[in-house]
């Protein structure tokens, strides 16, 4: 039996010292941000335009990735749990600087708040990558499949090309609240139309829904379960209808908490996709509260 080879301390340290980087598929490269990206584009397939929604907001793409987070906002507080979980790839569905294309917007590039944001992103070492049109154009439709996995309708698609549900009757009261319960949502949820019209039918829409969306279902279902609309628009739509004598109902649940459950699901498909690294889901969560009574 031969002599143990001697390791020099210097050597020992190297690679103790590299045995915790992520390596790329040769196992030879750190697998970094921008190569995370490049395969996600390719999966995903389609045209990716510099002047597009999707793209790198903040951070360094060449960082090398230690694990990945979907959120369908990468809020202050999503950013401190990523960093607490030791996660440094950030896709976010919607905006992380408060405006579509990811500028100073209105609030001016020396807002306190945005510069924080930026601070805290560049000081642990965080890369934010948007992903939203690509993620929303598959055919699978995950934001609607999420949404109603979320609220325990998955069996209970009509088609499986449309976002309609046919769900166990109960009244407009009790499936608003069955939904809050599901979502987990405080003071974010509002309803308007017919509270005691048994519901049936829901179309459900996450994200913003248009006028134009809404008047075309409005009269397939009972009620409509979207993230939010124009108040002056679709709510006192509803609200007129009601008064009108029709028996339907519109609940909006708050865009971002509607979004999450495709981001949830984006997460476990980026399991299939990049195996080096962990991908977890962050949630944002409902930001109202109620005020005492």
Same mark, same amino acid.
């Given at each position: @039996? ?7 301390? =210097?050597?020992? $340290? %190297? ?9 790329? %598929? ?12 490049? =395969? ?10 510099? $002047? ?25 507080? !999503? ?30 590039? *020396? ?14 070492? %965080? ?15 995950? @934001? ?6 979320? %609220? ?22 009790? $499936? ?13 949820? =509002? ?23 809404? /008047?075309?279902?409005?009269?397939? !279902?009972? @009620? ?7 108040? /002056?628009?679709? $709510?006192?739509?509803?609200?007129? @209808? ?34 080096? !690294? ?7 969560? *409902?930001?109202? /509260?109620?005020?005492?009574?």
């Amino acid at each position: @039996m031969g002599k143990p080879a001697h390791i020099s301390r =210097r050597r020992f $340290t %190297l690679m103790a010292g590299t045995a915790s980087v992520p390596l790329g %598929l040769a196992g030879t490269k750190p697998l970094t941000a921008e190569a995370v990206i490049r =395969r996600i584009q390719t999966e995903l397939g389609g045209d990716w335009p510099s $002047t597009g929604p999707d793209g790198f907001k903040a951070g360094d793409p060449s960082t090398a990735v230690k694990g990945i987070a979907t959120t369908a906002m990468a809020t202050l507080d !999503v950013l401190k749990q990523a960093v607490k979980a030791n996660t440094n790839l950030i896709l976010t569905y919607e905006p992380t600087f408060y405006s579509r294309a990811d500028g100073p917007g209105g609030f001016g590039a *020396d807002d306190p708040v945005l510069k924080a944001k930026r601070e805290f992103i560049e000081k642990n070492g %965080l890369v934010v990558f948007r992903l939203r049109d690509h993620w929303q154009a598959r055919k699978e439709n995950d @934001m609607v499949t999420g949404f109603a996995g979320a %609220l325990g309708w998955t069996r209970r698609r009509v088609k499986n090309d449309d976002a309609l549900y046919d769900i166990p009757p109960a009244t407009a009261e009790a $499936t608003v609240a069955w939904i809050r319960g599901k979502l987990n949502l405080r003071a974010g949820l =509002r309803a308007a139309g017919d509270r005691k019209a048994t519901i049936r039918r829901v179309f459900l829409f996450p994200g913003s829904m248009t006028p134009a969306t809404m /008047w075309q279902r409005y009269s397939e !279902v009972d @009620m409509i379960v979207a993230g939010e609309v124009r108040e /002056w628009e679709n $709510t006192h739509y509803a609200a007129d @209808m009601f008064t009108a004598g029709e028996g339907r109902a519109l609940v909006t649940t708050g865009r971002i908490v509607s979004e999450e459950p495709g981001m949830r699901v984006c997460a476990e498909w980026l399991r299939t996709v990049v195996k080096e !690294v962990p991908a977890r889901w962050i949630g944002v969560g *409902d930001p109202y /509260w109620k005020p005492a009574l």
